[in-house]
């Protein structure tokens, strides 16, 4: 149970994933204007990374493995992925339409995000069971979520000031986020994971 802890612990804050490994920076940037989308984003980031997590172990471990075919890892990986952010898009669609115009081509996105293959393939790397992948590949998106929720905030209450000409945009938002990483890197040291 401690290291389903720590697990969870250091991928939402030591090795977060758009912080500090620097992966997913897309929607993060073009999700995160408003605290509402960035919300309904992280829950698909979520959903689509723990089972993503799930299902490419299962792959993984059931057919590359004994069929000795691991050097086909990531295109079946990747196809899994876009298979899974599909199907969360059809049930976006069908629960919310309106949640779904306002993700935008975002959701789509979620298909390239290298932070969802990225999970996928960490979990691999670091010999996660079953239930570490499962709780890493949450843990991971519970980080995505955390980040981009604090950039929305952040840019929600920016949008309220006098920001200068130049600075309004893209270019603000990177500065937030380098100070965004800047404070995720004092967590370094915390977990030995």
Known sequence: MEKLIVIVLSVVLVNNFILVRFLGLCPFLGVSREIKSSLSMG?????????????????????????????????????????????????????????????????????????????????????????ETIIHGAGAGLGFTLAILLMAGIRERMSLGKVPQSMQGFPLSFIIACLMALSFFGFQGFFSH
């Open 43 to 131: 829950v698909a980031v979520i959903f689509v990374m723990t089972l993503a997590s799930l299902c490419t172990w299962l792959i993984q471990y059931y057919l590359l493995v004994p069929y000795k075919v691991e050097f086909l890892q990531t295109i079946v990986f990747i196809l899994v992925i876009a298979a899974l952010v599909q199907f969360v898009e059809m049930v976006i669609q069908k629960v919310s339409p309106v949640l779904q115009k306002a993700l935008g081509i975002y959701l789509p996105l979620i298909t390239t995000n290298c932070a969802v293959l990225g999970v996928c393939i960490l979990n691999i790397r670091e010999d996660y069971n079953l239930l």
